[in-house]
């Protein structure tokens, strides 16, 4: 496959795949729940009834509101240029562009957190605090995350780290631990359960949903389309790290590593469907559950660089 070919396949997949993704998920939690669900790109048309909806702005608000869902848009999809999402090379790639990626996630997330605090409510401003406090214990435990990778592989850009392979069991260990730990990092990041709850109204329990209550029309569009893109390149980050196939390129790749990122969403709905979700004062807890995980990869893969193969 021609490099120009996988640069249009990424961006396609980057563009349209958070849409079926997300109807998995919500598919999935109707199937537990004993309901037929929703239609599978229902979130398409949810995004397209908002793109016609006129926004409406308080007179406290600054250009500053404005711009935050906008900028999160941008940097959530300049991140998945960087992230490998069919399972091979991505179209943008750099040595240590995966800390390019946890800057621009960063980034996005302040740009949120400061458009939340910009309408002057408390409310707001409560899950702007939950957010940031979140996001800075959730922040180790990525870079503990890519970090072990790098250590393992020896490599330094987001595509090489991903080829880990999964063979030996030292390996297999390292790749568990970085999955897992991915894992808590989605559903942080994806404000899902056990962690957050996307479909909530009580304000008191929300953290992300909270900062958006007063964006509307095609902001509130902006902030629906990144979280379910950043949904999207995180599961497919698991998605390649467990493809057998990652970096042979070709069909069959790519083909599996969508195949591997639909079952981490079916996984996902299976996981909020079976658990309640979880105290504030627990989602620390369950956070520090993730950077253990990847800790205990870093160790291992300290101990087999260092001849215990």
Known sequence: MSAALLAAAHLAALLLLPFPVVGLVNRTK?????????????SASDLRRLLRKQPVYSGTTTAVFRV????LLATTLVSGLVAPLLGGVAPVSFPFDFVVFAYLWGLGRFALIVAALDT??????????????????????LFLALGTLAAATGRTTFAELLQLGLGAPAQAVIGLGVVVALFVVL???GARVPVDDPTTHLELTMIHEVMILDHSGPDLAAVQYAAAMKLTVC?????????????????AAAGLNLALTAAVAVLLGTVESLT????????????????????VALLTAAWWQGGGR
Not at 68 to 71: A, D, I
Not at 235 to 251: K, V
């Open 30 to 42: 109707a199937i537990w729940a004993g309901r037929k669900g929703p239609r599978l790109l229902q």
């Open 276 to 295: 309640a979700r979880l105290r504030l004062k627990a989602v620390p807890l369950y956070v520090l559950a993730g950077a253990a995980s990847a800790f």
């Open 235 to 251: 599961a497919a980050l698991i998605a390649t790290l467990l493809n057998p196939l990652r970096g042979a390129g070709g069909l």
């Open 68 to 71: 935050g869902p906008l900028v």
């Open 187 to 189: 559903q942080v990041e």
């Open 120 to 141: 002057g409510s408390s409310f707001e401003g409560m899950g702007a605090s939950r957010e940031a406090t979140y996001a800075a214990l959730l922040e180790p435990t």
